[in-house]
């Protein structure tokens, strides 16, 4: 069965227009189907479906590159083993799929188009699959609280000493669970590149509702015991490449740009590094003080603080989309961007409409936190 982009992308265009709904629909085709799978999921499952449908977005619109769709699913994979996912879930999964996408794509519906589908997911859960089977690394990570800083009233920096080592690259995040919290997993990413002493920096900031991050900032102390899925991500830094470098961090985004300076400190080479580090308040830089003293012993790193909602603020004041444009061109640079998601597609827009080339633009596809 040849695999048809076209059909699945077509199709999925129509599906893409009521995702609140068909997320609904296909969890809750999943659980009628196969009651027993509901105690994977988390209590609450708004985030769950949220990830589920960007998930399903990236893959589908990412069938015609096939080589960085099985990195991707490979990564999904081995993180899909921390749920207790086997492969003989994933016919579960494939049945209520097909069904979602045959209920809201009904009018132009064919024998074609769900060859298509079953094509596409056939292939996609193989390589889960074959990633899940040969990875040996645990399925999670045992990780003891070492280090909790509270740097703003909702914005914490917290050190994890995992018990086995955890293998990750700069810029990549973690899949993190509390004791608080069982089954409900979030992401956030590592903030230090790897250190000889197997321990790594979260930077959290709480938000509204948010049960994962609110129990990491206010209710997690030194001592206590976290779980860490896998490594994942794919803004890793190219050392190839010999340009300078240009990070756009806004809020906590910081975190993996940190970790990507951080390796190209100490891999020794020496390009230029301007680091624009964002958020509305001065307060509210919270690393600012450790940036600062990387910049004293690394001279070819500049941090330029922003801030964009104090008027008492005597630094680089403005949005960081629009700082960007206040320096010299970035043209020759490579570029990391992360942070607030409509920063960063703001920013990305006025970078390419200066003429920064796209494929020296990196950033992650957003992952929720909350």
Known sequence: MSLNPRLVKESFSVVEQ???????YFYGRLFAENPHLRAMFPPAMDVQRDRLFGALARIVWSLDSPDGLDSYLSQLGRDHRKYGVLAEHYTAIGNALLATVRRFAADSWDHEIEAAWVSAYTAAANSMIRAADADVSPPWWPADVVGHELRHRDIAVITLRPAQRLPYRPGQYVNVQTARWPRVWRTFSIANAPRPDNTIQLHVRSVPGGWVSTALTRHTAVG???LLGPAMGTMAPDGQTGRDILCVAGG???APLKSIVEDVIASGRRPNIHLLYGARTAAELYDLPDLLRMAAAFPSLRVVPVVSGDPSWAGMSGGL???TQRFQSW???DVYVCGPPAMVGETVRRLQSDGVPLSRIHRDVPHAVS
């Open 331 to 333: 043209i020759e640079h």
């Open 224 to 226: 206590d015991t976290v």
């Open 18 to 24: 009521h995702a609140e709904r068909a997320t609904a």
């Open 252 to 254: 906590t985004g910081l």
């Open 321 to 323: 989309p629009e700082v």
